[in-house]
């Protein structure tokens, strides 16, 4: 099942540091990119959504970086806190068929 | 209220039990999936209902049976189950068939096959 592509397995950054996740897919019919946040115990939530007529998209401190000649997408977590640490999945959509990327665990260190 | 309730949260049962999961979202969401999470892995789409009927089926194994009686609830009935079924079952909603839109994941329910 797996269509979409995500790297680091795992990611270790300071706080106040800036954290990268990159995605890649091949299916161009993809036309949705979310990317979900999950705490142990818990189901994913949305952080933040991307769709291809869009190249960067940001709230807050997270930003989606989207080159769709490329087939790749990352998302940037700035002045990174502990409290963000968690597992991160990137995903792809076409119509409501959604895929899951392997996902990236997120250590902030104090 | 973006609220997908799933129960029940934990569930034990033996391999010749029968046992169902209920998931309900009042959003007014017409589309409502299934997905399944082994440990450290990503979730797996089961089954996806678009306005009530089974738009998508990934080959699931006949054990798991899904059920969607109207747009606020969705079942996932269990029959036969093996150990390798135990796993986090996760139900999701969203707004609907055509664009896709922001999915709303319920906590799950924890699934221990014994």
């Known amino acids: 099942q797996q269509q979409v592509k995500q790297s680091p397995q795992s990611l270790i950054v300071q706080k106040g540091g800036i954290s990268i996740i990159n995605c890649a897919y091949e299916n161009t019919a993809f036309d949705y990119f979310p990317w979900y946040q999950q705490f142990p115990g818990k189901g994913p939530a949305l952080l933040i959504a991307i769709r291809p007529d869009v190249s960067e998209k940001k709230e807050g401190r997270f930003t989606i970086s989207f080159n769709k000649s490329a087939k790749q997408f990352s998302l940037h977590i700035m002045d990174s806190q502990p409290g963000d640490s968690a597992t991160y999945f990137c995903a792809a959509a076409e119509n409501n068929d959604m895929r899951f990327g392997a996902g990236t665990r997120l250590t902030v260190k104090p | 209220d973006t609220e997908v309730t799933q129960t029940p949260k934990h569930l034990v049962m033996g391999m010749t039990n029968k046992k169902s999961l209920k998931c309900e979202q009042h959003?007014?969401?017409?589309?409502m999936y299934w997905y399944k999470q082994k440990a450290k892995k990503p979730p797996e789409l089961m089954f996806v209902y678009s306005y009530e009927k089974l738009s998508i089926n990934e080959s699931v194994p006949s054990r798991f049976s899904p059920e969607c009686p109207n747009s606020s609830l969705l079942n996932l009935h269990l029959h036969a189950l093996q150990p390798e079924d135990s796993a986090l079952y996760l139900c999701?909603?969203?707004?609907?068939?055509?664009?896709?839109?922001?999915?709303?994941f319920g906590q799950g329910t924890r699934l221990t096959v014994v």
């Open positions: 999701a909603s969203s707004q609907g068939p055509v664009v896709n839109t922001e999915a709303f």
């Open positions: 959003m007014g969401h017409r589309a």
